[in-house]
């Protein structure tokens, strides 16, 4: 057991350990997650809220994916000022703290705000996602490893997908609980 948690993984620079490796790539689990938790509830949207109007509707699915957009861009240029690591604990918490609120929330409104949030987390590390594989890894170990993420984002996607349609089918304020994955 302990030879596996010391175990060295080769970079192309060195080595890192393979705890190490773990946390990079458990970061690319995250980045799939914003607005999952809505799509098993979309059709029951007018019986949780009789009184949506379109517009909410609309809001709480893309508002996310909308304040995602800058906020990638901007981590993108804060990671090469700040601490990467202090930027990551940022976006992870905000988005944690999001995922906390929708999982307690009551109203669409309290979802649409608290999905806004989530997008800013997102934004945040979506970047950094990549980001620290670029900085630990170059040439040919690079590539594997961006494949290795990729393939981490899209196993997580296909196995949270799973597990929030039947979150939903419980209770679906249970589907937001697929937000509380950064906690790892």
Request: proline share 4%; net charge positive.
């Amino acid at each position: 057991k302990k030879k596996f948690i010391t175990m060295k993984i080769a970079t192309g620079k060195g080595s890192i350990s393979l705890v190490a490796l773990i946390a990079i790539l458990s970061i690319s689990a995250v980045v799939s997650l914003p607005g999952l938790a809505i799509s098993p509830i979309l059709n029951d949207l007018d019986k949780i809220f009789p009184s949506a109007s379109e517009l909410e509707v609309d809001m709480l699915e893309s508002l996310p994916s909308l304040l995602i957009i800058p906020f990638m861009l901007l981590a993108g240029r804060w990671s090469i000022r700040y601490n990467k690591i202090k930027l990551l604990i940022i976006g992870c918490t905000i988005f944690l703290i999001s995922g906390i609120g929708s999982l307690l929330a009551r109203g669409l409104v309290e979802l649409i705000i608290l999905g806004a949030i989530m997008g800013i987390g997102a934004g945040i590390i979506i970047p950094l996602s990549t980001g620290f594989i670029v900085d630990y890894f170059t040439g040919d170990y690079r590539v594997k490893q961006l494949g290795i993420s990729s393939a981490v984002n899209n196993l997580t996607l296909v196995v949270a997908t799973s597990v929030v349609g039947w979150l939903a089918e419980r209770e679906w304020h249970l589907s937001f609980a697929v937000y509380l994955l950064p906690a790892i």
